[in-house]
């Protein structure tokens, strides 16, 4: 056996071992929900009689339907904005890279550091003022600015590593600074865009923080969100709580698996250009 070959049976088997340890807990929490109601399950092991049912009946407890329409709203509500928002400003800032634009870059690279955490005080103090808390718009509002940090700096490295000649052609041609941006630009990053539409959608979907502190009604929640109260409500059902939680993170899985090949282009594409 060549060293080649060696170093391709060892790396493969490095990914074999990190896939069995990140799929663990998910096969632990499923083979949990199938046991049956009212039970402790011990560990990884296969129910005699799967209880498949319990699916159900978690949909139906949690009123999953309404949840499902709840963050859908909020996700509709929060990603097309941050995603348009986040091309112009990214968009603006490669363009205007100098000065006074690269202060203000600096400024959204700053605003990575900042965690959620630290700003849900003063935030809920600021939605109450504005007579927005209880509503979906607490949550959609402060998203669309938690998410600009990113979605600027991720756009914007994108944007800055575009040929200039392109839009130089276009400025010849008579194109305005709008068209450039919209005929010329946007085409281009569409796998930055696809990408960067996907993280804020599984980050809106799987939003637990504000939703909790920023909304009392569960039903008005995210999926995430709402797990709180359902976790309050059957938190001694063990299965029960297994299969809510498997029907909250189906969503998530299914997008990432649909659109992971724009996903690993737009990782691939900045990796080359960088």
């Known amino acids: 056996m060549n060293r080649l070959t060696a170093d391709a049976l060892v790396a493969r088997t490095l990914i074999v071992i990190l896939m069995a340890l990140t799929l663990m807990p998910f096969l632990s929490m499923f083979t949990a929900a199938l046991a049956p109601t009212g039970t402790y399950p011990q560990g990884l092991q296969w129910p005699a009689d799967p209880q498949w049912m319990n699916f159900a009946k978690a949909f139906e407890v949690a009123k999953m339907d309404q949840l499902l329409l709840s963050s859908v709203l909020i996700v509709i509500g929060v990603v097309p ?7 112009m400003a990214g968009y603006g800032l490669a363009k205007f890279d100098k000065g006074r634009g690269r202060w203000l870059y600096l400024v959204f690279v700053l605003g990575l550091t900042l965690p959620f955490e630290a700003v849900i005080t003063p935030l809920y103090y600021e939605i109450k003022a504005l007579g927005l808390l209880n509503t979906r718009f607490a949550v959609i509002l402060p998203l669309i600015g938690l998410f600009m940090p990113f979605g600027v700096y991720w756009m914007r490295t994108h944007f ?23 005929l010329v630009a946007v085409p281009i990053a569409k796998p930055a865009i696809m990408s960067l539409t996907i993280l804020f959608f599984l980050w809106t979907w799987n939003q637990f923080l504000l939703p909790v502190v920023l909304i009392q009604d569960p039903l008005q929640r995210t999926m995430a969100g709402a797990l709180g109260a359902f976790q309050g409500q059957w938190g001694t059902d063990i299965p029960l709580l297994c299969a809510g939680a498997l029907l909250i993170l189906a969503p998530t899985i299914a997008v990432f698996l649909i659109f992971q090949r724009q996903f690993v282009a737009a990782l691939l594409q900045g990796a080359v250009k960088g």
């Open 160 to 182: 800055v590593n575009v040929p200039k000649e392109l839009s130089e052609a276009a400025q010849i041609d008579g194109a305005s600074e709008w068209k450039q941006f919209w």
């Open 81 to 87: 904005a941050s995603v348009l928002f986040a091309t």
